[in-house]
């Protein structure tokens, strides 16, 4: 009777153990597509992503670089002041997106050209997403808008 339930136990315990696997790699297959990593513009250039990696990509827009194309194409350059890339977004911008101004773009880098799916841009006049703040700080170009 005793070797039963210990059999009985181990049975639960083995069960359990499988369901916890299969849950935690069902959660990480669903979660895949939702993660994109964050890159400067100098670390995209340092060392390219896989043209099929989706990331974001962060900086300030360059001044003299946004170019409206035709229909709802739009061309600029994002920079971190130690490097810059190019992008290519096809859609409506934010309404305060301009040169000058913080952003982050999730797309694809073909080895040249960023070409972004979604474009986020800062919302006021001091804030700007972390990501984009410490590599701006990395490159020595961050000028803190509190410290005016």
């Known amino acids: 009777m005793k070797s039963l339930k210990k059999q009985r136990r181990i049975q639960i315990i083995a069960i359990s153990a499988v369901a916890l696997i299969v849950a935690t790699a069902l959660i990480g297959y669903a979660m895949r597509d ?46 971190d002041g130690g490097a810059t890339v190019a992008v290519v977004y096809h859609g409506v911008l934010p309404d305060l997106f301009g040169e000058g101004q913080g952003m982050i773009g999730t797309g694809t880098f073909d080895g040249e050209m960023f070409t972004a799916t979604e474009i986020l841009a800062k919302h006021d006049e001091s804030y700007m997403p972390k990501e984009v703040v410490d590599a701006l700080k990395e490159q020595g170009v961050y000028q803190d808008p509190d410290a005016q």
């Open 34 to 79: 939702g993660i994109n990593y964050f890159r400067s513009p100098s670390q995209v250039m340092d060392s390219p992503p896989l043209a099929s990696e989706v990331f974001r990509i962060g900086g300030l827009v360059e001044e003299g670089s946004l170019k409206r194309g035709e229909g709802e194409a739009t061309h600029f350059a994002v920079t």
